[in-house]
Protein backbone atom coordinates (compact mmCIF):
# COMPACT_ATOMS: atom_id res chain seq x y z
CA UNK A 1 0.00 0.00 0.00
CA UNK A 2 1.25 3.60 -0.73
CA UNK A 3 0.99 5.97 1.94
CA UNK A 4 0.66 9.93 0.42
CA UNK A 5 2.29 12.61 2.41
CA UNK A 6 1.73 15.78 0.38
CA UNK A 7 2.59 19.40 0.84
CA UNK A 8 1.36 21.15 -2.29
CA UNK A 9 3.10 24.37 -3.45
CA UNK A 10 0.76 24.86 -6.21
CA UNK A 11 -0.68 22.89 -9.32
CA UNK A 12 1.66 19.66 -9.18
CA UNK A 13 4.06 20.81 -7.50
CA UNK A 14 5.34 19.60 -3.73
CA UNK A 15 7.79 22.04 -1.45
CA UNK A 16 10.90 19.40 -0.33
CA UNK A 17 13.40 19.76 2.62
CA UNK A 18 16.60 20.17 0.70
CA UNK A 19 19.31 17.68 1.89
CA UNK A 20 22.87 18.04 0.17
CA UNK A 21 22.64 18.25 -3.31
CA UNK A 22 19.49 15.97 -3.54
CA UNK A 23 15.57 17.10 -2.62
CA UNK A 24 13.87 14.09 0.14
CA UNK A 25 10.33 12.88 -0.36
CA UNK A 26 8.98 10.47 1.74
CA UNK A 27 9.80 7.21 0.23
CA UNK A 28 12.05 7.83 -2.50
CA UNK A 29 13.97 11.28 -3.80
CA UNK A 30 13.84 13.25 -6.56
CA UNK A 31 17.07 15.08 -8.04
CA UNK A 32 17.51 18.57 -7.16
CA UNK A 33 17.82 21.19 -10.46
CA UNK A 34 20.95 22.70 -11.04
CA UNK A 35 20.86 26.25 -11.13
CA UNK A 36 23.28 27.25 -13.90
CA UNK A 37 21.19 26.28 -16.85
CA UNK A 38 19.99 23.32 -18.91
CA UNK A 39 20.20 20.80 -18.52
CA UNK A 40 18.79 20.91 -15.40
CA UNK A 41 18.57 17.50 -15.04
CA UNK A 42 20.33 15.05 -16.44
CA UNK A 43 19.54 11.72 -18.59
CA UNK A 44 19.99 9.26 -16.14
CA UNK A 45 18.09 10.84 -13.06
CA UNK A 46 15.13 11.22 -15.53
CA UNK A 47 15.41 7.23 -16.51
CA UNK A 48 15.55 6.47 -12.63
CA UNK A 49 12.36 8.96 -11.92
CA UNK A 50 10.60 7.43 -14.69
CA UNK A 51 11.10 3.93 -13.71
CA UNK A 52 10.41 5.13 -9.89
CA UNK A 53 7.21 6.59 -10.75
CA UNK A 54 6.18 3.74 -13.19
CA UNK A 55 6.56 0.77 -10.26
CA UNK A 56 4.81 3.54 -8.18
CA UNK A 57 2.20 3.40 -10.61
CA UNK A 58 1.76 -0.37 -10.70
CA UNK A 59 1.96 -1.15 -6.44
CA UNK A 60 -0.86 1.75 -7.03
CA UNK A 61 -2.52 -0.49 -9.58
CA UNK A 62 -2.97 2.27 -12.66
CA UNK A 63 -4.21 1.61 -15.63
CA UNK A 64 -1.54 -1.10 -16.90
CA UNK A 65 -0.85 0.92 -20.18
CA UNK A 66 0.46 3.92 -17.93
CA UNK A 67 2.56 1.67 -16.48
CA UNK A 68 3.96 0.54 -19.24
CA UNK A 69 4.18 3.82 -20.86
CA UNK A 70 6.63 4.59 -17.93
CA UNK A 71 8.46 1.61 -18.46
CA UNK A 72 9.14 2.23 -22.13
CA UNK A 73 10.18 5.34 -21.74
CA UNK A 74 12.53 4.71 -19.00
CA UNK A 75 14.02 2.21 -21.06
CA UNK A 76 14.28 4.63 -24.71
CA UNK A 77 15.46 7.28 -22.73
CA UNK A 78 18.15 5.25 -20.72
CA UNK A 79 19.12 3.93 -24.47
CA UNK A 80 18.85 7.04 -26.34
CA UNK A 81 23.29 7.75 -27.02
CA UNK A 82 22.20 11.77 -28.55
CA UNK A 83 22.43 14.12 -26.39
CA UNK A 84 19.31 14.52 -24.46
CA UNK A 85 19.59 18.45 -24.35
CA UNK A 86 20.43 18.64 -27.80
CA UNK A 87 17.17 16.22 -28.79
CA UNK A 88 14.84 18.12 -26.29
CA UNK A 89 15.77 21.61 -27.74
CA UNK A 90 15.25 20.26 -31.16
CA UNK A 91 11.97 19.14 -30.38
CA UNK A 92 12.39 15.76 -31.27
CA UNK A 93 11.87 13.78 -28.32
CA UNK A 94 9.07 12.47 -29.11
CA UNK A 95 10.75 10.72 -32.13
CA UNK A 96 12.40 8.57 -29.80
CA UNK A 97 10.47 4.99 -29.95
CA UNK A 98 9.08 4.63 -26.62
CA UNK A 99 8.10 8.46 -25.23
CA UNK A 100 5.39 9.85 -26.11
CA UNK A 101 4.00 13.06 -26.14
CA UNK A 102 2.88 13.35 -22.48
CA UNK A 103 6.10 11.87 -20.77
CA UNK A 104 7.95 13.54 -23.59
CA UNK A 105 6.44 16.61 -22.13
CA UNK A 106 7.92 15.96 -18.72
CA UNK A 107 11.08 14.97 -19.66
CA UNK A 108 11.44 18.85 -21.51
CA UNK A 109 10.19 20.06 -18.60
CA UNK A 110 12.50 18.44 -16.66
CA UNK A 111 15.47 19.07 -18.81
CA UNK A 112 14.77 22.60 -19.60
CA UNK A 113 13.15 24.18 -16.44
CA UNK A 114 14.38 21.74 -13.89
CA UNK A 115 10.58 21.10 -12.59
CA UNK A 116 9.04 18.36 -12.62
CA UNK A 117 5.33 17.72 -13.84
CA UNK A 118 4.83 14.27 -12.43
CA UNK A 119 1.88 14.02 -9.72
CA UNK A 120 2.70 14.68 -6.13
CA UNK A 121 0.77 12.17 -5.38
CA UNK A 122 3.83 9.73 -6.76
CA UNK A 123 6.40 12.01 -6.52
CA UNK A 124 5.92 12.01 -2.48
CA UNK A 125 4.88 8.54 -1.93
CA UNK A 126 6.57 6.26 0.77
CA UNK A 127 6.08 2.27 0.27
CA UNK A 128 4.61 0.44 3.38
CA UNK A 129 5.15 -2.94 3.79
Known amino acids: MLGM ?13 LVGNVVKSTGWSLPKARSEGPPFITKSQIVKVLE ?6 ELDGAN ?10 SRALASLEEDLLTVVS ?8 GIGKGLGGLISEAVLEGTWGISPRYTN ?3 RG
Open 90 to 97: EERITDVK
Open 125 to 127: ASL
Open 64 to 73: QFRVIAYQNA
Open 52 to 57: QVGVLL
Open 5 to 17: ALEPQGQNQVEWP
